[in-house]
C-alpha cells in the first residue's frame, strides 16, 4: 500500500517548514540535506534522529508562556521565542522533518501526567492534558511517534527519565519517573494530522481549561524549583 506522503512533506499554516527560520534551523542541524524526499532509509533516520534531540534539548519546555493563536503555536514563532510548549515543539519537529525531506505530521494524545506541579494542577483543574502534542514521523514504512517536548535539563531537575528517539521505535512518555512513581498514562489518541487542528484544540481546551489564561507569563521554573524544594 502506497502511503501518501504530499501533505507530510509541504508546509502548513502552523507546520510551517517553508519559514525561512525554520529552513535555516534544519539545514544547521542537517546540513547538506536537501528538501527531496528522502529514500535511503539510513540518511531519513539520521536526520530524523538529529532534529528530534535539536528540538528537545535547544528548545525550553514551558507551559506557562503558552499562546493559543494561530501564529503563537507556529513551528518559526517557537524558534523565535526559544522556548515551547508539547504542541508547538512538536510542530516544528514535524516543520524540520519536511525541510530535509522526511514526511512528518502532528499528532495528538489525552495523557494523565502524574508529575505535573501542583500549581498547574490547580489553574488547569486536573491532571488530564488534552491534545498532548507530538510528532509522527514516517521511517521504514512506519509512522512513528517522537516526544520532543522535555528539554534534558527538565527531566534531570524533576528526576524524569528522559525521552529518547533512535528512529526504529515510537518514543512516547514513561509510565513512571525515574524514581519509579506514576509519570504519564495515555488515555485515548486523538490521531495525526498534516496541520495542528487549531479550531477544534480551542474548543476542546476551552471545554476543559476555564482557567487557562491564569497560566499565562507565570513562571515555569520558579513553579519547578518550588516543588522540588525539600519540606
Excluded at 488534552?130 to 511517534?145: D, E, R, S
Excluded at 487549531?198 to 489564561?213: C, E, I, S
Amino acid at each position: 500500500m502506497t502511503i501518501d506522503v504530499q501533505g507530510a512533506l509541504s508546509s502548513a499554516t502552523i507546520v510551517d517548514s517553508g519559514h525561512p527560520a525554520v529552513i535555516a534551523f534544519a539545514q544547521r542541524v542537517c546540513p547538506g540535506a536537501s528538501a527531496a524526499a528522502v529514500t535511503d532509509e539510513h540518511s531519513a533516520r539520521e536526520r530524523a534522529v538529529k532534529l528530534y534531540y535539536a528540538v528537545r534539548d535547544e528548545v525550553r519546555y514551558d507551559p506557562y508562556r503558552v499562546d493559543l493563536t494561530v501564529n503563537g503555536l507556529k513551528a518559526s514563532r517557537v524558534l523565535a521565542d526559544g522556548y515551547g510548549w508539547c504542541v508547538s515543539k512538536a510542530a516544528l519537529l514535524a516543520a524540520a522533518c519536511r525541510v530535509v525531506g522526511v514526511p512528518a505530521r502532528v499528532g495528538f494524545a489525552d495523557v494523565r501526567n502524574h508529575m505535573s506541579t501542583e500549581r498547574l494542577r490547580e489553574h488547569m483543574g486536573t491532571d488530564m492534558f488534552y491534545y498532548h502534542g507530538y510528532t509522527a514521523i514516517l521511517l521504514g514504512g512506519q509512522w512513528l511517534k517522537a516526544t520532543p517536548a522535555f528539554n534534558i535539563e527538565l527531566c534531570t531537575r524533576m528526576r524524569l527519565l528522559p525521552l529518547e528517539f533512535e528512529g526504529t521505535a515510537d518514543s512516547i512518555y514513561h509510565p513512571f519517573s525515574a524514581d519509579g512513581a506514576r509519570h504519564m498514562e495515555y488515555v485515548a489518541l486523538r490521531g495525526e494530522f498534516d496541520d495542528v487542528p487549531h479550531a477544534d484544540l480551542m474548543r476542546t481546551f476551552a471545554q476543559h481549561y476555564p482557567n487557562w489564561d491564569a497560566l499565562r507569563n507565570a513562571d515555569w521554573d520558579g513553579d519547578v524549583h518550588a516543588q522540588l524544594r525539600p519540606a
